[in-house]
């Protein structure tokens, strides 16, 4: 998972690894340097690689505090 202002700084990335089927990953609304973000629209990038398998999702989240 990435998150990007719309301005394409980087503001969230993380990695997991997961076994086969459905996973879950939420996001706590912080930053990577574990700093609270401003409320505004943000751009997310959602990758799902497996064997023989790779799918990328985007769109828009909008956080209101």
Known sequence: LE???LTGEEVF???TQENQGA???V???HN???QSVA???YIYILR???TGFEETRTGKIL???
């Open 39 to 41: 409320s505004g629209l």
């Open 63 to 65: 956080i209101v505090h």
């Open 13 to 15: 990335t993380t990695q």
């Open 48 to 50: 799902a690689v497996g």
């Open 32 to 34: 990577n340097a574990r």
């Open 23 to 25: 996973s879950t990953l």
């Open 3 to 5: 998150i990007f202002t």
């Open 27 to 29: 996001w706590d609304i």
